[in-house]
């Protein structure tokens, strides 16, 4: 296999926050097992040029759960301002002030909404124990490190000493 593993992840077509939210039923298309989410612009697969977050599902309730706290129906400026969670934040902003942060939005639109896209890929690792778990965080941030998310906040480690090419799993 040519290519790093990070390359080699196989994600999930692209779906709109619109789709997820406005679309009776289309959230029952996430899986409910543990994994990663890429949160992108436009309808295209996670890369580098447009990845907007990447993140990890490793609970209970797997890619189904967390990826229900991102997808209210309805985000306001008063909600994502109270918000702790950093990423969930400003993917809030992206929803209500679009992506470049200039709208004047006070809340989230359908334009938004469509055009901020999520994918998925379940855990190629056994997360249930502390050991599986442990690294399926280091997955998560050599994720982050190839992909150069916008929101994720974590500055990302451009001399890693994680050789991604020798890394097999």
Not at 76 to 104: N, P, Q, V
Not at 125 to 136: F, L, P, W, Y
Request: proline share 4%.
């Amino acid at each position: 296999m040519a290519g790093t593993w990070v390359q080699q992840i196989v994600w999930s077509k692209p779906h709109s926050i619109y789709q997820l939210t406005a679309t009776h039923g289309a959230r029952a298309d996430v899986p409910r097992v543990p994994g990663y989410y890429a949160f992108v612009e436009g309808a295209r697969a996670p890369n580098v040029d447009h990845c907007l977050y990447i993140g990890i599902a490793a609970g209970k309730g797997g890619l189904y759960q967390r990826l229900g706290s991102y997808l209210r129906t309805s985000v306001t400026e008063h909600k994502a301002a109270g918000m702790k969670h950093e990423g969930k934040l400003r993917l809030s902003f992206a929803r209500i002030k679009g992506i470049e942060g200039t709208g004047a939005a006070t809340k989230n639109t359908a334009s938004n909404d469509r055009f901020v896209h999520v994918c998925w890929a379940p855990s190629p690792i056994d997360v249930t124990d502390s050991g599986g778990r442990e690294m399926a965080y280091l997955l998560e941030r050599a994720l982050i490190d190839y992909y150069r998310p916008l929101y994720n906040t974590a500055a990302w480690d451009r001399d890693m000493d994680f050789d991604l090419e020798d890394t097999a799993f």
